[in-house]
């Protein structure tokens, strides 16, 4: 299984970014019962869990969403079961979200990936 990140990119403060995090190698069983996150490093840094989804999102398991005091309103984390597919839908974003994003359970289980890099300019 490869964790494979995409869609970091420089750009001005307030503006927006969705990122896509793909568990490749991934089958859609051993996917949906993972409960996944977003985590945010600066350099000098530990990885810090910005975002987390718990729950598959189904009737039965619905899903809920929780945030770091420092994006809450601005950032959403979704999912996409059928094509192993996390996202992070990031808004409004200043220039202290500056960070390399990377996707893993909340459990942090899995190999990281290679991350996105996301520069914010004010």
């Known amino acids: 299984v490869r964790l494979v990140e995409s869609g970091g990119g420089l750009v001005q403060a307030g503006g927006s970014l969705r990122l896509s995090c793909t568990a490749s190698?991934?089958?859609?069983?051993?996917?949906?019962?993972?409960?996944w996150g977003w985590y945010s490093q600066v350099p000098g840094k530990q990885r810090e869990l910005v975002a987390g989804?718990?729950?598959?999102?189904?009737?039965?398991?619905?899903?809920?969403?929780n945030y770091a005091d420092s994006v809450k309103g601005r950032f959403t984390i979704s999912r996409d079961n059928a094509r192993k597919r996390v996202y992070l839908q990031m808004n409004n974003l200043k220039p202290e979200d500056t960070a390399v994003y990377y996707c893993?359970?909340?459990?942090?289980?899995?190999?990281w990936g290679q991350g996105t890099q996301v520069t914010v300019s004010s």
């Open positions: 190698g991934m089958i859609t069983s051993v996917f949906n019962p993972h409960d």
């Open positions: 893993n359970t909340l459990k942090e289980s899995l190999p």
């Open positions: 989804i718990v729950g598959i999102g189904s009737t039965s398991s619905p899903s809920s969403t």
